[in-house]
């Protein structure tokens, strides 16, 4: 079978790029940011006419129905209500095939505290609470601006997809690599309770 893929949020390309070189046959990344899009069409050497690059918001861009899998990482994180989730749902569902599938990484919409956490880590999670719409910024080191996303219960995604037309939705929590040469103990406050991000399937 053909593995025709749309990489949502594309940023400049990486994935889009890995995927070809995974044994896809085709690739469109889209992404909303004009400068990603000019990096990731200045890197497509190599890649011509195997991935196409638009510049267009997810919810905007008028898919064709003929992607077998739509990938997306924090995309529906952008959105801060049930409408605009449903949004986001019904154009990645435009872009797939009857029974093709998106996958994505989320902000993890189980893990709820009051305060920053993972500085640690290289970055920082700052979030007050589960108000549905409610901001949570993620603080990246070497990055002056905090990149914003927004709060939706686990419920709201679920209903998205639903109403989107989705017939199966998944939740799947991360897991650390048993081979991490950091080790378990350097990970533990990463994993323990809820970590801060989560991946999620869904099929058409």
């Known amino acids: 079978m053909r593995k025709r893929i749309l990489d949502a949020g ?4 990486i994935y889009s790029r890995r995927l070809i ?5 085709h690739v469109i990344g889209v992404d909303g940011d004009e400068g990603f899009i000019k990096l990731a069409r200045a890197k497509n050497e190599g890649y011509k006419d195997r991935i196409d690059y638009h510049l267009a918001l997810i919810q905007d861009f008028k898919g064709m129905g003929d992607r077998e899998v739509v990938i997306g990482s924090y995309v529906l994180s ?4 049930l409408d605009e989730a449903v949004g986001y749902c019904e154009s990645i569902a435009r872009c797939l095939r009857d029974g093709g599938k998106f996958i994505g990484f989320n902000n993890n919409p189980f893990e ?4 920053n956490k993972y500085a640690k ?3 920082e999670k700052e979030m007050h609470g589960d108000s549905e719409g409610g901001k949570v910024f993620y603080r990246v080191s070497g990055v002056t601006d905090p990149i914003t996303n927004f709060y939706l219960s686990p419920q709201t995604y679920e209903d998205a997809f ?9 939740w799947h929590r991360v897991m650390l690599n048993p081979t991490n040469p950091q080790g378990k103990d350097y990970w533990k406050e990463f994993f323990e309770g809820e970590p801060p991000f989560i991946a999620m399937t869904a099929e058409k």
Do not use: E, H
Not at 10 to 13: P, R, T
Not at 21 to 25: N, R
Not at 78 to 81: A, E, G, I, L, V
């Open 162 to 170: 639903r109403k989107a037309g989705f017939s199966r939705f998944n």
């Open 112 to 115: 709820i505290f009051d305060g």
């Open 10 to 13: 594309c940023g400049d390309g």
């Open 78 to 81: 952008y959105s801060r209500s």
């Open 21 to 25: 070189d995974m044994g896809a046959d």
């Open 121 to 123: 880590y290289g970055f």
